[in-house]
């Protein structure tokens, strides 16, 4: 079957615009082609190699592709290198032939080669865990707040609104910033980034309206995003400025619930964390508490990424009842192991774990780890339904001499957090 198709990454500007043919047909009536070819050439950091194809030897037509989207997170400072599998499709009559799994193979080598942190998906339930990814940062919630749950406009409130543009950059960074300290996993966008946002992406049906709103007498300034597309007929809100004050944000709806009328749009949905401050406002005036899908996401290497996060664990262990602490702390994915050698409450360094026994075991299999160390749930609650998730020195190795503190270490150094990340394109 594989000398049927040649397997390669895109050369010349020629493969955009057949990469937009391919996800024009595969994605209609939505018009995913016209953004594939505009990332293909303005998506800052993109390059040619990250576009993923196979095509039909005998007719020489690009039948299967997909793009690495390169984006930068930051988890609580650090800034992840991150590799998004995205616009990832395949003609009808090529389906079911494997291709995705030999792409899927070159992207891995990518990864490994390039040193990405993580690898995250938004893809459908039930198939890229195929590959490896696993639900680990929710995305894409539903805030559902019907129009009569908002007051009216109030004129004379001072309260003037705008699109935002080019001049506004330093600012949107700065409102960036606000918004990567409310989170612990969050988007980190540069300038580069906002360029395109106000510029190349608004040819695309998935550009955005990004709106600045003003009260000169109470000297306020705060920013939100209204997607040109979206999940649901409703008016979407994407991103709304942290910490924004609450008369603020009341002025914001209203404003929105015209724009909603406006276009035709019978509800606003807020995408947005139920916990941040316009989720909690919206859910407290009678909106709908959303129940958010996930990203989807699996570790380049997890040691390499344990050594990345490794003031975080130590912070972490410093605030706690362990801030001296010395030992090894293993994790056990039953079919590897990685072993944190600690030194006075310092990450002194992190390695594949060996065969004998640790006294600090706990184990957790390999596809619940992305949601454990990213703070997406506590072990507690993974276990309620996975029970191979435990404290080892407490359920399989009672001979041991030290007291059961694994289960301690493990809510210590991976608690659980609020996280969320705002789109780049």
Not at 129 to 134: S, V
Not at 185 to 213: H, P
Not at 278 to 304: C, H, L, V
Request: aromatic content about 14%; overall charge negative.
């Amino acid at each position: 079957m594989n000398d049927n198709y040649f397997i390669r990454r895109a050369i010349s500007d020629d493969d955009s615009k057949q990469l937009h043919k391919l996800f024009s047909e595969v994605f209609h009536p939505q018009d995913v082609g016209t953004l594939a070819e505009t990332m293909f050439h303005h998506l800052p950091r993109m390059e040619k190699k990250y576009w993923f194809i196979a095509e039909d030897r005998n007719t020489s037509a690009i039948v299967s592709a997909f793009a690495l989207i390169p984006w930068t997170w930051e988890m609580e400072g650090i800034r992840l290198k991150v590799a998004e599998m995205g616009i990832v499709g395949t003609r009808k009559e090529y389906q079911e032939q494997g291709l995705m799994r030999i792409l899927n193979k070159e992207f891995d080598k990518t990864l490994a080669a390039e040193k990405f942190d993580l690898a995250v998906i938004q893809g459908i339930p039930g198939f890229y865990h195929n590959f490896g990814y696993h639900y680990a940062v929710a995305m894409e919630n539903h805030i559902n707040m019907p129009l009569h749950i908002i007051p009216d406009e109030q004129d004379k409130d001072g309260y003037t609104f705008r699109i935002a543009g080019l001049k506004d950059i330093p600012y949107l960074m700065e409102e960036d910033e606000s918004y990567r300290k409310f989170f612990s996993v969050s988007a980190f966008r540069d300038e580069a980034n906002w360029k395109y946002l106000f510029g190349q992406s608004l040819k695309t049906e998935y550009g955005s309206e990004f709106w600045i709103m003003e009260n000169k007498d109470k000297c306020e300034k705060f920013c939100f995003r209204i997607p040109q597309e979206g999940f649901g007929k409703g008016l979407i809100i994407s991103e709304i400025s942290a910490y924004i004050t609450y008369d603020a944000l009341i002025r914001l709806f209203t404003f929105c619930k015209h724009k909603a009328a406006e276009r035709n749009k019978p509800y606003i949905r807020l995408n947005l964390h139920n916990e941040s401050m316009a989720g909690k406002t919206a859910i407290s005036m009678g909106a709908e508490k959303g129940n958010p899908y996930a990203w989807q996401i699996k570790f380049a290497d997890r040691i390499n990424f344990l050594r990345k996060i490794a003031p975080i664990l130590e912070k972490r262990m410093k605030e706690s009842l362990f801030k001296n602490f010395s030992g090894t702390v293993r994790l056990d994915f039953f079919k590897t192991k990685a072993d944190m050698i600690w030194n006075e409450g310092i990450l002194e360094s992190v390695k594949p774990g060996e065969e004998e026994a640790c006294d600090n075991t706990f184990c957790i299999s390999e596809d619940l780890f992305p949601a454990l160390c990213l703070g997406h749930r506590t072990w507690q609650e993974l276990q309620h339904t996975r029970p191979d998730i435990f404290p080892a020195s407490q359920y399989l190795r009672p001979n041991l001499t030290a007291s059961d503190k694994s289960g301690l270490l493990t809510d210590t150094l991976f608690p659980s957090g609020n996280s969320w990340i705002y789109e780049q394109y």
